[in-house]
T-cell receptor
Framework: IAGITQAPTSQILAAGRRMTLRCTQD?????MYWYRQDLGLGLRLIHY???????GKGEVPDGYSVSRANTDDFPLTLASAVPSQTSVYFC?????????????FGNGTRLTVT | KQEVTQIPAALSVPEGENLVLNCSFT??????LQWFRQDPGKGLTSLLL?????REQTSGRLNASLDKSSGRSTLYIAASQPGDSATYLC??????????FGPGTRLSVLP
């Protein structure tokens, strides 16, 4: 089934550790996004990529980095995790080649930083 | 800066009722608007996407309308079922911008 795969599904991480959340899509969408979802704050954009080789900062980029080496993969890295990064992280993609298409979401990664 | 609100924050209705969920946005120069549902502990599932040139979109028991001039969209659910219980989110995209999400409406349909 075509879609977005995120890994891991959940993780408990000690503060100060480095962590990479993986995201792979098989729909050949040009645009990809990382969101975090927190109770009371809703969905907030962390980083995005409009096409392979380019990335941009969203609303809450501090403490996170991304790369887009190819169309399918868009990993999110926490260089040195802090407890405030405890959240549910969602990867999404859209096809923007002929205009802005709908967003498609992965199932999320639940991250707890202790 | 685009701001999106959804009222009410939570809604509880008996099974079989028709209901309307509201989404308001401050900047009417939108490109499109998308409605999602999210079940507890799950990801977001796309329901409907309305382009700025459209007035409404329908999928099964769902109908979404768009009134750009008033900065509003509504999601109409006909003959609600307990399986419709979820959080419903709307997201708005302006030209050259990324989607901005509303906080969601938590719907409970009681059997």
């Amino acid at each position: 089934i075509a879609g977005i795969t995120q890994a891991p599904t959940s993780q408990i991480l000690a503060a100060g550790r480095r962590m990479t959340l993986r995201c792979t899509q098989d729909m050949r969408h040009n645009a990809m996004y990382w969101y975090r979802q927190d109770l009371g704050l809703g969905l907030r954009l962390i980083h995005y990529s409009n096409t392979a080789g380019t990335t941009g900062k969203g609303e809450v980029p501090d403490g996170y980095s991304v790369s887009r080496a190819n169309t399918d993969d868009f990993p999110l890295t926490l260089a040195s995790a802090v407890p405030s990064q405890t959240s549910v992280y969602f990867c999404a993609s859209s096809d923007s080649t002929g205009g802005y298409g709908p967003l498609h979401f992965g199932n999320g990664t639940r991250l707890t930083v202790t | 800066k685009q701001e999106v609100t959804q009222i009410p924050a939570a809604l509880s209705v008996p099974e079989g009722e028709n209901l309307v969920l509201n989404c308001s946005f401050t900047d009417s120069a939108i490109y499109n608007l998308q409605w999602f549902r999210q079940d507890p502990g799950k990801g977001l599932t796309s329901l409907l996407l309305i382009q700025s040139s459209q007035r409404e979109q329908t999928s099964g028991r769902l109908n979404a309308s768009l009134d750009k001039s008033s900065g509003r969209s509504t999601l109409y659910i006909a003959a609600s079922q307990p399986g419709d219980s979820a959080t419903y989110l709307c997201a708005v995209r302006n030209y050259g911008q990324n989607f901005v999400f509303g906080p969601g409406t938590r719907l409970s349909v009681l059997p």
